[in-house]
């Protein structure tokens, strides 16, 4: 019998470099599955059935298990407030000009660098992508699978050599 391939398997993730007059752009961002308010969601029925479950057995005579439930409860919304707050990271990379901009989103933190992109070399370093210029480096392609990861370094170089 023969055996079933998953179509994701082999999918590749492609870089979407918008062409500029004189450069061009890509936003390198998570995949994320689902949107902010989807998991809110998602939690809050959680929690609900975890309180319903606890004070159902709490009704019943075991009271112990409510302190437990709102526990579970609190470790969820922590949960959640994790993943929600890097839900929206990304790598944003520019050259317009002969000038390389980037801007790094982690959490609620923006940082933004420019480069030269006639001095820029980039370098793979194991799970990074690395631009190394004047004495700076910044890594970049925290977001991507290796292939991609791979790819992007590639195109990358190609695109600041033309």
């Known amino acids: 019998m023969p ?3 998953s179509p994701w398997e082999n999918a590749r993730r492609e870089l979407p470099f ?3 007059v ?3 752009s890509v936003i390198l961002k998570r995949n994320v599955s689902i949107s902010p308010a989807g998991l809110a969601c998602v939690f809050a029925a959680l929690g609900v059935a975890a309180l319903a479950i606890g004070t159902g057995f709490a009704l019943a005579g075991a009271w112990l298990i409510l302190p437990f439930a709102g ?3 609190l470790l969820l919304g ?3 407030l994790l993943q929600a ?3 929206s990271d ?4 520019e050259l317009d000009h002969g000038r390389l901009a980037i801007d790094v989103a982690q959490a609620e933190r923006v940082a933004h660098y420019e480069l030269d ?3 820029v070399r980039v370098e793979t370093h194991g799970r990074q992508v690395v631009l190394r210029s004047a004495g700076q480096s910044l890594a970049l392609g925290r977001h991507l699978d290796d292939a991609s990861r791979a790819a992007f370094a590639a195109e990358l170089e190609r695109r600041l050599r033309t």
């Open 3 to 5: 055996a079933l391939e």
């Open 18 to 20: 918008r062409e500029g």
């Open 22 to 24: 004189r450069g061009f």
């Open 71 to 73: 526990l579970e409860v």
């Open 78 to 80: 922590a949960a959640f």
């Open 85 to 87: 707050r890097h839900a």
């Open 90 to 93: 990304y790598e944003r990379i």
């Open 117 to 119: 992109a006639r001095a």
